[in-house]
């Protein structure tokens, strides 16, 4: 079904908006809570795991499936060592900081949007992120949303294995969907051992990467079995998102169901285009020493290589809009 006109950007001052309400989430990153070490120690049997699933974890507690069959393994070559007491009491320790959030957020109805990392350490972060599914996700409106990286060639299996077993467990999938921010080190560590990268060769691929999870939960959102933030800076895969939700009648403004999100000065004509068109939008915001935050907005202008066009798009549109209102005849 063809967008809509109303979702086209806004040309003229007279357009007016409001947000009913705020949107807001509370950001977490797996790795200010749990070692790094810890992290890859997960991770490694994890994939050990699901390469030979007779191997027992008895750590391990139920949740969602982190891998799918595609999923690469070549980080994990041997057998990893079983975790030591010190270790399993850190990964409890661990669990403990993410489930106090949980409860934390859930106090003040505030949402915890849990993001996603390098593949050496994601099974174990998805695996955490599962298990407060498992807890804050089940039988109620979610709380907590996990992070799928579109860039990854197993993104889409992954997310299928995950609501797969999401449904038959009576779990509501809460997701961000990103394209991913780690192209470089993905690429040249699976180069350093030998094995292909997990990232899509072409920047196409990931976009119908990206579209293609987009609908299979933009599907789940209108049975109400889901909830989906869309962060993205991309006109045409905001386009396609918005012209979905439309067809399959997934209500806007007022509905936590369906969000959409990109970071603060940038891209706001898309923004403001999707507000327009009564999509609830947030502006993410990231604060902290700008060495801290430089890395992460290097990290976003890779993963969003066409957001600078989007930028001179933007700068075009505010030199018309200036020119109209100087020489208004």
Same mark, same amino acid.
């Given at each position: 079904?063809?967008?809509?006109?109303?979702?086209?950007?806004?040309?003229?001052?007279?357009?007016?908006?409001?947000?009913?309400?705020?949107?807001?989430?509370?950001?977490?990153?797996?790795?200010?809570?749990?070692?790094?070490?810890?992290?890859?120690?997960?991770?490694?049997?994890?994939?050990?795991?699901?390469?030979?699933?007779?191997?027992?974890?008895?750590?391990?507690?139920?949740?969602?499936?982190?891998?799918?069959?595609?999923?690469?393994?070549?980080?994990?070559?041997?057998?990893?060592?079983?975790?030591?007491?010190?270790?399993?009491?850190?990964?409890?320790?661990?669990?403990?900081?993410?489930?106090?959030?949980?409860?934390?957020?859930?106090?003040?109805?505030?949402?915890?949007?849990?993001?996603?990392?390098?593949?050496?350490?994601?099974?174990?972060?998805?695996?955490?992120?599962?298990?407060?599914?498992?807890?804050?996700?089940?039988?109620?409106?979610?709380?907590?949303?996990?992070?799928?990286?579109?860039?990854?060639?197993?993104?889409?299996?992954?997310?299928?294995?995950?609501?797969?077993?999401?449904?038959?467990?009576?779990?509501?999938?809460?997701?961000?969907?990103?394209?991913?921010?780690?192209?470089?080190?993905?690429?040249?560590?699976?180069?350093?051992?030998?094995?292909?990268?997990?990232?899509?060769?072409?920047?196409?691929?990931?976009?119908?990467?990206?579209?293609?999870?987009?609908?299979?939960?933009?599907? =789940?959102?209108?049975?109400?079995?889901? *909830? $989906?933030? &869309?962060?993205?800076?991309? #006109? @045409?895969?905001? !386009?396609?998102?918005?012209?979905?939700?439309?067809?399959?009648?997934?209500?806007?403004?007022?509905?936590?169901?369906?969000?959409?999100?990109?970071? =603060?000065?940038?891209?706001?004509?898309? *923004? $403001?285009? &999707?507000?327009?068109?009564? #999509? @609830?939008?947030? !502006?993410?915001?990231?604060?902290?020493?700008?060495?801290?935050?430089?890395?992460?907005?290097?990290?976003?202008?890779?993963?969003?290589?066409?957001?600078?066009?989007?930028?001179?798009?933007?700068?075009?549109? &505010?030199?018309?809009?200036?020119?109209?209102?100087?020489?208004?005849?």
């Amino acid at each position: 079904m063809p967008i809509s006109a109303s979702f086209l950007p806004p040309s003229s001052p007279r357009l007016s908006f409001r947000l009913d309400r705020q949107i807001s989430f509370a950001c977490v990153k797996i790795t200010a809570i749990c070692p790094l070490a810890l992290l890859e120690r997960i991770s490694h049997l994890l994939r050990w795991q699901h390469s030979h699933p007779a191997f027992r974890l008895p750590w391990k507690a139920e949740a969602l499936p982190v891998l799918a069959p595609s999923s690469p393994t070549y980080h994990t070559c041997s057998e990893p060592e079983p975790l030591s007491p010190t270790e399993e009491n850190d990964l409890i320790s661990a669990e403990q900081r993410l489930f106090q959030l949980c409860r934390a957020g859930e106090a003040v109805s505030l949402p915890l949007l849990v993001d996603a990392e390098y593949t050496a350490v994601q099974p174990a972060i998805d695996y955490f992120i599962y298990r407060a599914f498992a807890e804050y996700n089940k039988g109620r409106e979610p709380l907590v949303y996990g992070t799928i990286q579109a860039y990854l060639k197993d993104s889409l299996p992954r997310l299928i294995e995950a609501s797969e077993a999401a449904k038959k467990q009576g779990i509501s999938m809460a997701l961000k969907l990103v394209r991913g921010a780690y192209i470089t080190r993905e690429s040249a560590e699976a180069k350093s051992l030998g094995a292909p990268s997990p990232v899509h060769s072409l920047i196409t691929d990931t976009h119908s990467c990206y579209n293609a999870c987009t609908s299979l939960m933009l599907e =789940k959102v209108s049975k109400g079995k889901a *909830s $989906l933030l &869309l962060a993205t800076h991309n #006109f @045409e895969s905001a !386009k396609l998102a918005a012209g979905k939700a439309e067809e399959l009648g997934i209500m806007k403004r007022g509905q936590s169901g369906l969000q959409f999100a990109q970071l =603060k000065g940038m891209s706001d004509s898309l *923004s $403001l285009g &999707l507000v327009k068109a009564g #999509f @609830e939008v947030s !502006k993410y915001l990231p604060f902290g020493p700008v060495e801290s935050v430089m890395p992460y907005l290097i990290r976003r202008a890779e993963e969003n290589r066409g957001m600078l066009a989007a930028t001179f798009m933007d700068i075009e549109r &505010l030199r018309t809009e200036l020119k109209r209102r100087i020489l208004p005849f």
